[in-house]
């Protein structure tokens, strides 16, 4: 099985967890450790605010057996009381203050590098799993985490200091009082690990439900115009409210085993409290132990069972907090199946963008059993001009996927100036390249961001000189800011035309001796197209270009045609060559030129 396939797998909403409970948390403990000086700080702070607060008890009982006799002692003792008060509640203040900041520092440095693997993750990846599940363990599940390794680690360890501290000076205080306190304990340590085995179990599901949601209303967000166009509003929202009804559910069941838990725990703290209070009543009665004592071990017993209880609603959320790194950890075990060899060939310098393809075969993971490519031999030359036609699905954009390496194929090999791209790091590989696709990627951001994508350290006149070349410039200097004006999400704000030609703006940008045109000028105006190849002309030269059309009167000019179909390459030559071999081309240009010849009599005779 292929590492896609298993990753694929193992995001599978529902998938039920086998791994020990905190093992998915230990992975991101190293997180924490980068903050040392913060640990060290919140640990002394509730080191201090647990002592102060075991300290109470003994003010207490000195103050109820001797203060009240003893004029004077009084005053000193409530003194004391105020002073140990003071002491816990800056202590707290400083554990609350640095656990929080821990937490939410850790929490950004998982966000970043959660971020950072999903962008080495090669595309095969992406065509298999969900954007909007990925979003979901980016954020909700993050969230979670920052509650278990910040807050809840911190209740954890004070608890747990609280309830070894509570029970050493019960022991101390009373030795046979202690011993009813230490029987009870298994009796709620059994439901404690019962059913937070069931709440990791429900909580997992719950986020697994949440992250169903949050796809499907992040797919249909994105495509909001299609979904109004087609008015299929109340399919939509019926279904994304099925699906957050099912979240509820999740959510829902999740918690009443959280709460059932909770009952449970501290039914049984304060039963066991009151059986020790009785007992201990009997005793002062019968003049074994003083009314201080007793008070002081009652507080200590609540102490310990306060810190018992708390201890079981912290363990449903660290529970809770497992199955989140659980799922974010299948994310970070995920690893790319294109990578850099270990010892990567050096590509020539200076580089000539020469391509070669021998004998390819390929068919993408998504689906192994249908062959996209089937032998496929061609070569490219250094400064040469191809266009790579054929009808629909004849494994033409497959060309350009191969050449920059997202996909290896299956059989032969692919070089990139004598290379062979496997055995080259991708990155340098890619950098070599500039890629005008025919579905362009637009962000969120300004006009010179989106340009500058192509080159990050661009100065701003190479970004006006580049927008100048794809005649851009003209629609840039009518938008409100310029350069500076937002495009809104995917570039809603621009036509086709204008995105394609932001697009052709980053690839001369960047300025790489291999151009990839995928339908460059397919969304372009008959006026722009021709202002849009006058540049491309431009750009195309002194650099291999490999171009990828369905209009054939675009590639009229180029040095040799590759015709393929059924992913084989059935022709090459060029146009004249092409059309007096009577084949495929032949046929396709046939078509087009008559269609388009015919569309132009009609003009004419439509024109007054």
Not at 111 to 137: I, M, Q
Not at 256 to 283: D, K, Y
Request: proline share 4%.
């Amino acid at each position: 099985m292929s590492t896609v396939e298993t990753a694929a797998g193992s995001l599978k909403a529902g998938t039920e967890p086998r791994r020990p409970k905190l093992r998915p948390l230990m992975r991101f403990l190293p997180f924490a450790w980068r903050y040392k000086a913060l640990i060290l700080g919140a640990g002394i702070s509730l080191l201090v605010a647990s002592l102060a607060t075991l300290a109470v008890p003994l003010a207490i009982r000195r103050m109820i057996d001797f203060g009240f006799s003893v004029e004077g002692m009084i005053n000193q003792y409530f003194a004391m009381l105020v002073v140990i008060a003071a002491v816990l509640a800056v202590a707290s203040a400083a554990r609350f203050y640095l656990v929080t900041t821990i937490g939410e520092r850790v929490v950004a440095d998982i966000r970043t590098a959660v971020f950072d693997h999903l962008a080495t993750l090669s595309p095969a990846f992406f065509d298999k799993a969900r954007t909007g599940e990925l979003v979901s363990r980016l954020t909700a599940d993050t969230t979670q985490l920052k509650s278990a390794l910040g807050v809840s680690v911190s209740m954890a360890l004070r608890n747990i200091i609280m309830f070894i501290g509570a029970v050493s000076m019960m022991v101390l205080t009373s030795p046979h009082l202690s011993l009813y306190v230490v029987g009870a304990i298994p009796i709620l340590v059994i439901p404690l690990v019962a059913f937070g085995r069931d709440v990791r179990r429900r909580s997992r599901a719950a986020q697994d439900r949440l992250a169903d949601a949050t796809a499907y209303a992040n797919e249909n967000i994105q495509a909001v115009r299609t979904m109004q166009a087609f008015t299929a509003e109340a399919s939509v929202t019926s279904r994304f409210a099925h699906a957050a009804e099912e979240a509820f559910n999740g959510a829902r069941d999740a918690n009443r085993a959280r709460a059932i838990l909770t009952a449970v725990i501290i039914f049984l703290v304060f039963a066991s409290v009151v059986a020790v209070l009785w007992t201990g009543a009997q005793q002062v009665l019968a003049g074994t132990i003083t009314s201080g004592r007793l008070s002081q071990f009652l507080l200590y017993a609540v102490m310990a069972a306060s810190s018992l209880s708390q201890l079981s609603e912290v363990w449903s959320e660290v529970s809770q907090a497992s199955g989140s790194a659980e799922r974010l950890g299948e994310i970070l075990a995920v690893q790319p199946d294109i990578t850099a060899p270990e010892k990567p060939l050096v590509l020539p310098e200076p580089a000539r963008g020469e391509v070669s393809f021998v004998a390819v075969r390929f068919g993408y993971p998504t689906r192994p059993e249908t062959r996209i490519l089937d032998d496929v031999t061609f070569t490219v030359k250094a400064g040469e001009r191809v266009a790579i036609v054929g009808p629909s699905g004849a494994g033409k954009s497959t060309l350009f996927a191969l050449v920059q390496r997202f996909y290896d194929p299956q059989g032969g090999v692919v070089r990139f100036d004598g290379v062979p791209v496997a055995e080259v790091d991708p990155r340098e590989l890619r950098r070599r390249i500039s890629l005008v696709p025919q579905d362009v990627a637009i962000f969120a951001a300004s006009v010179a961001e989106n340009i500058r994508y192509g080159r990050p350290d661009a100065t701003d006149k190479e970004v006006a000189a580049a927008a100048r070349m794809a005649h851009a410039e003209e629609f840039i200097a009518r938008m409100p800011d310029g350069y500076a004006s937002l495009v809104g999400e995917r570039g809603v704000t621009l036509s086709g035309g204008q995105r394609q030609r932001i697009a052709i703006a980053r690839a001369i940008l960047r300025d790489a001796p291999l151009l990839l045109l995928d339908e460059a000028t397919s969304a372009l105006d008959a006026e722009s197209e021709t202002l849009v190849q006058e540049a491309l002309s431009r750009l195309m030269t002194g650099r291999t270009t490999l171009v990828i059309a369905h209009r054939l009167a675009t590639i009229l000019d180029c040095d040799r045609i590759i015709v393929m179909d059924q992913g084989r390459v059935v022709e090459q030559g060029t146009h004249a060559e092409l059309v007096a071999a009577g084949g495929l081309y032949a046929r396709l240009a046939e078509l087009q030129f008559r269609t388009a010849a015919g569309a132009a009599v009609e003009a004419q005779a439509a024109t007054p």
